[in-house]
């Protein structure tokens, strides 16, 4: 998710053009560090975090049941993330709704008086500030179920701490 924020969202217009140029070089070198980042670094960070926890709280269960076990704080962490970037698109295309319903078929109608005065829309303080609650209330949610699945809050600190990091990310690509 935050990766493909990253290309969507992101301040780098090299890297959008590298995503669009498929088969050229440029190309190849994004997919593979697009692929690097989305199943190397974040899985990695998760991991050690799930690692970190289990060290922490003493717990003898192998790697591969605590990453089942704790998978259950990114579930509302990458929900609210997947909203937020959603709301980026949504209040951009707001503009469509009325002229669409003006003229639904296309065909030249004036339903409502709006046809052919769509706007493009921009980011405005509202979606700003919406994305903002959205990524804050998944880090909370998150941080809610990592301290429920773990026996103590020191347990539960390294999965709260991997959260937080996505949500700054995420929030520093959708606001910044």
Same mark, same amino acid.
């Given at each position: 998710?935050?990766?493909? /924020?990253?290309?969507?969202?992101?301040?780098?217009?090299?890297? $959008?053009?590298? *995503?669009? @140029?498929?088969?050229?070089?440029?190309?190849? =070198?994004?997919?593979?560090?697009?692929?690097?980042? *989305?199943?190397?670094?974040?899985?990695?960070?998760?991991?050690?975090?799930?690692?970190?926890?289990?060290?922490?709280?003493?717990? $003898?269960? @192998?790697?591969?049941?605590?990453?089942?076990?704790?998978?259950?704080?990114?579930?509302?962490? !990458?929900?609210?993330?997947?909203?937020?970037?959603?709301?980026?698109?949504?209040?951009? $295309?707001? !503009?469509? =709704? #009325?002229?669409?319903?003006?003229?639904? #078929?296309?065909?030249?109608?004036?339903?409502?008086?709006?046809?052919? $005065?769509?706007?493009?829309?921009?980011?405005?303080?509202?979606? #700003?500030?919406?994305?903002?609650?959205? #990524? /804050?209330?998944?880090?909370?949610?998150?941080?809610?179920?990592?301290?429920? =699945?773990?026996?103590?809050?020191?347990?539960?600190?390294?999965?709260? *701490?991997?959260?937080?990091?996505?949500?700054?990310?995420?929030?520093?690509?959708?606001? !910044?």
């Amino acid at each position: 998710m935050l990766v493909d /924020a990253a290309v969507f969202l992101g301040p780098w217009g090299q890297l $959008k053009a590298a *995503a669009y @140029a498929i088969g050229s070089p440029s190309w190849f =070198i994004f997919s593979g560090v697009f692929l690097f980042a *989305a199943l190397g670094v974040f899985p990695g960070l998760y991991i050690l975090a799930v690692w970190i926890s289990g060290l922490v709280g003493g717990i $003898k269960t @192998a790697l591969r049941q605590s990453l089942a076990q704790y998978s259950q704080v990114l579930v509302p962490l !990458g929900l609210m993330a997947w909203i937020a970037f959603t709301v980026s698109f949504a209040f951009t $295309k707001s !503009g469509y =709704i #009325l002229p669409v319903i003006s003229d639904p #078929l296309g065909w030249g109608w004036n339903l409502i008086g709006m046809s052919g $005065k769509a706007w493009v829309g921009q980011a405005s303080s509202f979606s #700003l500030l919406l994305q903002v609650v959205l #990524l /804050a209330g998944g880090l909370f949610w998150a941080s809610r179920v990592a301290r429920r =699945i773990t026996a103590s809050a020191r347990q539960a600190a390294p999965l709260i *701490a991997f959260s937080g990091i996505f949500s700054l990310g995420m929030l520093w690509l959708l606001v !910044g």
